[in-house]
């Protein structure tokens, strides 16, 4: 099993950038993939980034690619999301999440597989 807890989350200027950082406790964190997903009011939660067990692959949304960078600190059992430019439409709860790793090639792309999640950090962006 594994906890999640993110942090890093606050209120930042259109065009401003922000580091969340999910710190997780458990068992074998190098096995399993890593997630940053975002629900903002009203709206279904979305998958943001992915990354592989080893880090070595990741992946983004459409939404926040270019923007959004995603990596993983196995000796520290940590996962990061740096954001840059930020955008209102960029407020949301930002949940981190884990699942069991499979492929070293790509990572997990399915939430439903997604079995661990923290409590969420909440971003808000004034324009």
């Known amino acids: 099993q594994v906890q999640l807890v993110e942090s890093g989350g606050g209120l930042v200027q259109a065009g401003d950038s922000l580091r969340l950082s999910c710190a997780a406790s458990g068992r074998s964190f190098s096995s399993y993939d890593m997630a940053w997903f975002r629900q903002p009011p009203g709206m279904e939660r979305e998958l943001l980034a992915a990354?592989?067990?080893?880090?070595?692959?990741?992946m983004y949304a459409d939404s926040v690619k270019g923007r959004f960078t995603i990596s993983r600190d196995n000796a520290k059992t940590a996962v990061y999301l740096e954001m840059n430019g930020l955008k209102p439409e960029d407020a949301a709860v930002y949940y981190c999440?884990?699942?069991?790793?499979?492929?070293?090639?790509?990572?997990?792309?399915?939430?439903?597989?997604?079995?661990?999640w923290g409590p969420g950090t909440q971003v808000t962006v004034s324009s």
């Open positions: 990354i592989t067990m080893s880090g070595a692959v990741t």
């Open positions: 999440a884990a699942a069991r790793g499979s492929s070293y090639y790509e990572p997990i792309k399915e939430a439903y597989k997604y079995i661990y």
